[in-house]
Antibody, heavy 124, light 107 residues
Framework: QLQLQESGPGLVKPSETLSLTCTVSGGSISSNNYLWGWVRQPPGKGLEWIGTIFHSGNAYYSPSLKTRVTIFVDTSNNQFSLELYSVTAADTAVYYC????????????????WGQGTLVTVSS | AIQMTQSPSSLSASVGDRVTITCRASQGIRVDLGWYQQKPGKAPKLLIYAASNLQSGVPSRFRGSGSGTDFTLIITSLQPEDFATYYCLQDYNFPPTFGQGTKVEVK
């Protein structure tokens, strides 16, 4: 059974970098059949896409965040990670990692597996 | 980015009711849309992909339809475990964008 687990600090200071890792178990992050993504949800609000990465390392970022975000993959540890720079209180959210089925070219489907999410609070 | 407008934002219903939630895209997205259920403190759960395909393990009372710009999620007979918030998500182009959510509450 595939499982995704987010990990990282629950508290980050303003202007610093938010760093999270998603560990994939029960499946290989190197599979050509899937992409991997990050989504966030501020408390009491809706869902926002952050970015998507393939195991090759090719990453795609939401335009609203692309100047502050990097997603990278560590195939040797079956993990992928998120870094969000220069955070503010507006970045306080539950951060989810997810798996997206890939159907070739620029074709992919909505995420079918999600991690449980981790709350990151930005505060001094 | 494609805007997804979901309606209603909330509704009250009783067990056994038929519930309809709609999602409208700001441009045509073929059938590149999914529906999710989210309960408090939990990750979203995929119900429907490609507009009308039931995800494995999801009860058949959940039905999705639509194409182009207009999509519908129907719960044919609401069960106690279905009280939750529902989101649509377009995967037609990047970035994927969510509707704002529909909260289904007890009447």
């Amino acid at each position: 059974q595939l499982q995704l687990q987010e990990s990282g600090p629950g508290l980050v200071k303003p202007s610093e970098t938010l760093s999270l890792t998603c560990t994939v178990s029960g499946g290989s992050i190197s599979s050509n059949n899937y992409l991997w993504g990050w989504v966030r949800q501020p408390p009491g609000k809706g869902l926002e896409w952050i970015g998507t990465i393939f195991h090759s390392g090719n990453a795609y970022y939401s335009p609203s965040l692309k100047t502050r975000v990097t997603i990278f993959v560590d195939t040797s540890n079956n993990q992928f990670s998120l870094e969000l720079y220069s955070v503010t209180a507006a970045d306080t959210a539950v951060y989810y990692c997810a798996r997206l089925p890939y159907c070739g070219g620029d074709c992919y489907r909505v995420p079918d597996y999600w991690g449980q999410g981790t709350l990151v609070t930005v505060s001094s | 980015a494609i805007q997804m407008t979901q309606s209603p934002s909330s509704l009250s219903a009783s067990v056994g009711d038929r519930v309809t939630i709609t999602c409208r895209a700001s441009q045509g997205i073929r059938v590149d849309l999914g529906w999710y259920q989210q309960k408090p403190g939990k990750a979203p759960k995929l119900l429907i992909y490609a507009a009308s395909n039931l995800q494995s393990g999801v009860p058949s009372r959940f039905r999705g339809s639509g194409s182009g710009t207009d999509f519908t999620l129907i719960i044919t007979s609401l069960q106690p475990e279905d009280f939750a918030t529902y989101y649509c998500l377009q995967d037609y182009n990047f970035p994927p964008t969510f509707g704002q959510g529909t909260k289904v509450e007890v009447k």
